[in-house]
């Protein structure tokens, strides 16, 4: 901006203490100019091209500030829905890759495995935090691929088992090697987390905070 002269100085303008132009709103820069207007020498009064500079540079703040605000919002009402589609997910069971189960509404336990190829003896057992097996499957032979295995949950007394339960699961091939595994559980959605600003709307679940990006099935 060009430098005011004259016999008096300008009142600063709220919002122009120390900063740039581009911190005053629309009513600070009009005072301002009007001052600037009203203080200029007379004999060398700020010419029409420099106004017209002035205009321009304030018009294309402004356009900033506006396209910012209409960004924000535009963010929150995007954060609205996937609020509002996370929500549908409450009460509802999903499939994720995890060495750990947890139960489900029911107290059972459920998942997958999925074995790097054929294997003849396949066992799936259920470990606590104490290192004690607390129940194991005899699943044997299994062909390459998925398969499903399911437990209700309570052990030979007849008592719920508190999960989560790390799950390991052994399989050999026909010359006793180990064959690679992994394993996928099912867990239930009990509430949703609000995402933080820009991010993704977090489950709840027994095992923990998942996003719905973690979901291999839905059920």
Known sequence: MTTITGTAAPAAAPGATGGASATLDQNAFLRLMTTQ??????FDPMDNTQMVAQLAQFSQVSGIASMSQALQNLAQTLTGGRLSDAAGWIGRSMLVLSDHAAPLGDGSYSGEVHLAEASDDVTVNFVDDTGAVVHSQQMGAKDKGSFAYQWDGKNEAGQAVPGPLKVVVTAND??????????ASWTRVHSIQSPASGGTAGLLTGLGTLSPDDAIRLA
């Open 37 to 42: 207007l009203t203080t200029q020498d007379p």
């Open 174 to 183: 026909a010359d006793g090697k180990p064959i690679q595994t992994a394993n």
